[in-house]
């Protein structure tokens, strides 16, 4: 019989004290939802092999991968700027990893799929809308070409989860990920002292993501680079993640955790949609600032290991010193490209003088950039200043997508799903697999009754 899920675990050939390894726990009436082929096929797995009813087995949990041995992984994480020294993977299990030609080594997470010893209270489940907008989101960001998990299939439980507005549809979420080591693992270690635990990690890290280098200076270079290009990437497309704790910042440079984020649609530097933001610590215009700081959290676990820690924290330093300039770099790279132009400093005074213009106008942020050659809709005089720079309308025009997944049409789907209707969540996807193509039926803003203020965190 075929393998549908041909699975090894590197990752368990670290110390015991890095996971906990168990079963997910079985749901009553699982069926499949939504299932990616073209990601299974970049997977090098054959979607024939995944009918539904298999499918719906293999990824609840109610059946186990030959091979596969599930385990939550534990980590440590600033959340909103107070240190929690565990954490862990509280609703979600690794069934391993799969090792593809195309995308190279990945874990397959099963999200959504029962208690853990890391679950802190928590049910371990997912509600059908956490699970959707991640399926969304993901999807839409792999086709906008922004590094992200990726999500390969949605199961519903047919058991209900009871959250503060009441009882919702269960469902569990596959998310492929180059791995889901974060920050916030590295200071797991880090914060207890345990410097062979944080040793191993590193080699680790190093060997599985980095083999070009050698030393931990090396590493928070390379994750520094990652995370700077990943979050000018964020800043081009108007996205706010609404969630930068350090146990949600990858050292792939992926975006992973799609909870409480969100499209702009009327463009403002502060704005915030997570309802557990209070204080705006991550709204869109401090994305830049939180990515620096998370990064210094990051730095600081290696000083353990090194024999001369005066010298590695001066070391170390130097280099998360740097980031202010890497990312503005990378961010004048992106909104060069988003208007037509090669980066330089009058290609990054334009875009930032249009984005005070949108600020001041309550313009929305993704259709001001797919209308810069309309002079009636951006200023004469920017508009003048632009095309005397000659822009390349091609490059604009392949750079700026048409449509985003914007919250009202996730609501709405969401809502639907929520009575067992999935019509549009998968008119929406097959929307955001082609966000650069016109698309008259998502590209308008919502109307103030459409309009989604807050959102929220799926546990």
């Known amino acids: 019989m075929t393998n549908p899920l041909p699975l090894t675990a590197t990752y368990l050939s670290l110390p015991e004290r890095f996971y906990t390894k168990q079963s ?16 299974a096929r970049a997977l090098d797995l054959n979607p024939d092999d995944f009918p539904s009813e298999t499918a719906a087995k293999l990824l609840s949990g109610n059946e186990n991968p030959q091979n596969a041995e599930p385990f939550a992984q534990v980590y440590a994480g600033h959340q909103f700027g107070g240190f929690s020294p565990q954490l862990g993977d509280g609703r979600a299990l690794v069934l391993g990893e799969i090792d593809s030609p195309t995308l190279g080594r990945v874990d397959v997470q099963l999200k959504g799929s029962g208690p853990t010893p890391y679950s802190r209270m928590g049910d371990g489940r997912a509600a059908i809308g956490p699970v959707i907008r991640e399926y969304v989101m993901s999807c839409a960001m792999q086709a906008l070409g922004i590094p992200t998990t990726k999500a390969l299939a949605v199961v519903t439980t047919g058991d209900p989860v009871l959250r503060e507005n009441g009882p919702l549809p269960g469902a569990i979420l596959t998310r ?136 590695a924290i001066e070391e170390f330093t130097a280099i998360i ?46 259709n001001t950039f797919n209308a810069l050659d309309d002079v009636s809709q951006v200023d004469a005089a920017w508009y003048d200043r632009w095309r005397a720079m000659q822009p390349d309308d091609a490059l604009w025009q392949k750079t700026n997508p048409q449509i985003v997944p914007r919250l009202h049409h996730i609501e709405a789907a969401i809502q639907a799903a929520q009575s067992g209707d999935y019509a549009p969540f998968h008119a929406l996807t097959a929307a955001m697999s082609d966000p650069f ?12 009754f459409e309009k989604v203020h807050r959102t929220f965190c799926g546990t």
């Open 321 to 366: 010193n740097r980031f202010p300039a890497l990312y503005q770099a990378q961010w004048s790279k992106v909104f060069a490209a988003k208007l037509g132009l090669q980066p330089g400093d009058e290609a990054t005074q334009l875009a930032q003088d249009l984005l005070t213009r949108m600020a001041q106008d309550k313009l929305d942020f993704t």
């Open 176 to 311: 492929i990920a180059a791995s889901h080591i974060r920050v916030g693992t590295f200071q797991f270690f880090a914060a207890r002292g345990d410097v062979e635990g944080l040793q191993a990690l590193t080699d680790y890290t190093i060997e599985r993501h980095y083999p070009d280098i050698k030393t931990p200076a090396e590493l928070i270079e390379k994750v520094m680079e990652k995370q700077a290009s990943l979050v000018a990437k964020w800043m081009g497309i108007g996205f706010i993640h609404g969630v930068m704790n350090t146990d949600n910042v990858t050292i792939t440079g992926e975006t992973i955790d799609y909870g409480p984020c969100a499209f702009m649609d009327t463009y403002h530097p502060d704005t915030v949609f997570s309802s557990i933001d209070q204080h705006g610590r991550y709204a869109y215009s401090n994305q830049p600032s939180v990515t620096h700081w998370n990064l210094a959290q990051f730095a600081s676990c290696f000083v353990q290991l090194m024999a001369d820690q005066n010298k």
């Open 24 to 39: 997910a726990t079985p749901v009553s009436d699982p069926k499949l939802i939504a299932f990616n082929a073209e990601l």
């Open 437 to 448: 193509a016109p698309n008259p039926d998502y590209a308008q803003p919502p109307q103030d």
